[in-house]
């Protein structure tokens, strides 16, 4: 947790961020101290780490030639260096000491308690390898309690999401999703409802149970809600995230290289269960719901087979081609479903395609969508928080490639334009203000990536948190 104080010790460990290189006069440091850092400084390090052995002392000089986002981009990196140099020395308490600007002060924050996570559940010595940081404390007179308040339960909302994506699927079948749900709203504020295998029948969610007819494990149909007395909209923003709990690909089973991270297909329904988290921890003022359809694909006895026709849960017939095509089933039946709260918006995201990576990278999200204005805002958004968008046209000539002879619509659009004919098919199931997020390039990580971590990223909880930030304050 990040606290406030305004006052700390100058025997006490602390971080300072400065603009300019004179204000390292003011930081209670000997005269030796002082020249050590000015040279490192000219020397264009940007990050000077003073170990006084009863204190340490990181000086931040913030780059001021580079544009804002860059700036805040890379005091957060500096967060994951400094953390990683607490974790050498075991401190316990850090103070950020800002002679600069308020918004930096945050950004090192955010970087710190990022970089601060770690998935240890599984190791048999898991203490001894949990950050020795227990306290970070901002040193204002201001005492802006908000913006604490806000970054703590954004941290809180990233962390619930890397979590479940990091958790195998020995631990998190669907059931087990939909159980750590209810705990995360009961802690959290928000109410949970959940539809079992018999109710998903009920409901004719083709698309679900067709992808589930391979597994030992039943669906399960998530449905989150955060309905404040004050809230500031009437009709809800909807988020819809893709809970594939683990993807072999089905009877069109994924080669070796490929299935080996696919407990991260759950990135999607991970990034709403962390975002709704989020959300209620700071108590926004928005009515926003979240919906998780889960499950695993596997090529058990019963498994759903190419050609094999499905009625969705609007009705709609698709033929399949692929069932490694799966999360776009389950998307299909939660996009229809989301009609019935009439919302403002929805926005689904799922590690949907690889075309997808393939199009714009493994730092970037595709976006697209048939809402430009909604759009816009994300976009800038991202450039805010680096979680960067790259829009992809959503043209009615890529519905051709849907076409079926014998249903409405194929579950696969052809070789080309992977990620856009996977949009495209979702768009189908839409009547409202829509975004897609296909986030598998930035979901999961095989390697150390700062603050990001390893393993489960939460991309998109910053993202949406923001997002949903600036709609309560326009």
Partial sequence: ????????????????????????????????????AEKMLENK???????????????????????????????????NKIIADIQELNLEKINIVNLSSEKFTYALCEGIMLSKYGFHKYFKDKEEKKSSLKELKIVSNNNDKTKVDLLNALITGVYHARDI?????????????????????????????????????????????????GSTHPPTFNIMQWEPENAIN?????????????????INLKPSGYIETMKSDKAGGATVIGLMAAIAKAKLPIKVIGLVPATDNRPGNDAYVPEDIITMFDGTTV????????????????????????PQLVIDLATLTGAAVVAV???????????????????????????????????DEYKELLKSSVADLKNIGGKYAGAITAGKFLEHFTDYDWIHLDIAGPAFTEKNDSYRGIGGTGVGVRLLFEFLNKKRNN
């Fill in 165 to 213: 994506v990091n958790e195998p699927l020995s631990f998190m079948t669907a059931q087990k999703l939909s159980q750590e749900i209810e705990r995360i709203g009961k802690e959290t504020g928000f109410r949970t409802e959940v539809l079992n295998k018999k109710q998903i029948e009920s409901l004719k969610m083709g698309g679900l149970i067709a992808v589930n007819r």
């Fill in 361 to 395: 990278g493994e730092n970037a999200t595709a976006i697209m969508g048939n809402t430009s204005k909604e759009i816009e805002i994300l976009k800038q958004t991202g450039f805010e928080v680096w979680e960067k968008l790259v829009e992809l046209p959503l043209w």
């Fill in 234 to 250: 009437e009709k809800p923003y909807v988020f819809v995230g893709k809970g594939l709990v683990f993807d072999t690909g089905g």
């Fill in 319 to 342: 033929e399949v081609l692929n069932t490694d095509a799966e999360g776009r089933m389950i998307l299909a039946d939660a996009l229809a479903y989301a009609k019935k709260y009439k």
């Fill in 45 to 79: 390090s940007k990050l000077v780490h003073i170990n006084s052995f009863h204190k340490s002392s990181f000086i931040l000089l913030v780059n001021t030639e580079k544009d804002e986002f860059t700036q805040l981009e890379e005091i957060r990196k500096s967060g």
């Fill in 1 to 36: 947790m990040i606290q406030l104080t305004n006052k700390y010790s100058i025997d006490e460990s602390a971080a300072y961020i400065i603009a300019d290189k004179k204000q390292i006069q003011s930081i209670d440091l000997s005269q030796k101290e002082r020249g050590f």
